[in-house]
């Protein structure tokens, strides 16, 4: 909340005198920015984990391993995904980039993402991201292009693990 005074004079002529009334008036200001509270998500399957990554400040706890058969998408801000050592198995492989990053402030935690033709995650344009404990693990036919394909985006990765990919990283 801001407090904003402002004082003014007004100053009035009347039959050769002049007047100068002073007002101040206070207002108050609610802070514009709504404070985003972090709800938590405990998900099983991937229609509750799509709709837990909509939501702002969310939380969202794998509570077993999920097949992923649409493209995922984390467009909302400061977003946690606790993996909580499960998987993201991708079951539509001629579909590219099917772990799409756009949202900043996104944290995996304890994730592992295979089976994707293309890329792991695609992250595009998104700030502030943190991979911790992270594994991307290509097609074992080693077809699948890269782990992260980052775009104009700021990554910190701590204990990041690719593998069957044709080109690095």
Do not use: C, W
């Not at 702002?56 to 992923?68: D, F, R, T, V, Y």
């Not at 801000?77 to 539509?92: F, P, R």
């Amino acid at each position: 909340e801001v407090t904003t005074e402002v004082t003014q004079e007004v100053v009035t002529e009347f039959q050769d005198e002049v007047i100068v009334e002073t007002e101040t008036v206070v207002s108050e200001e609610v802070n514009s920015t709504p404070e985003v509270k972090s709800v938590e998500y405990n998900v099983t399957d991937e229609a509750q984990l799509q709709d837990a990554l909509n939501k702002e400040g969310a939380i969202i706890n794998l509570q077993n391993s999920i097949n992923i058969t649409t493209k995922i998408y984390v467009n909302a801000k400061n977003v946690t995904i606790n993996g909580n050592d499960h998987t993201l198995s991708i079951i539509e492989t001629n579909v590219s980039n099917m772990f799409m990053v756009r949202g900043s402030g996104l944290t995996v935690n304890d994730l592992t993402i295979t089976g994707y033709a293309s890329s792991g995650m695609y992250i595009y344009n998104a700030k502030d991201v943190s991979l911790n404990n992270v594994k991307l693990y290509g097609k074992y036919d080693k077809t699948s292009l890269v782990g992260i394909d980052a775009d104009s985006s700021e990554i910190t990765m701590e204990n990041v693990t690719t593998r069957n990919h044709k080109y690095s990283a």
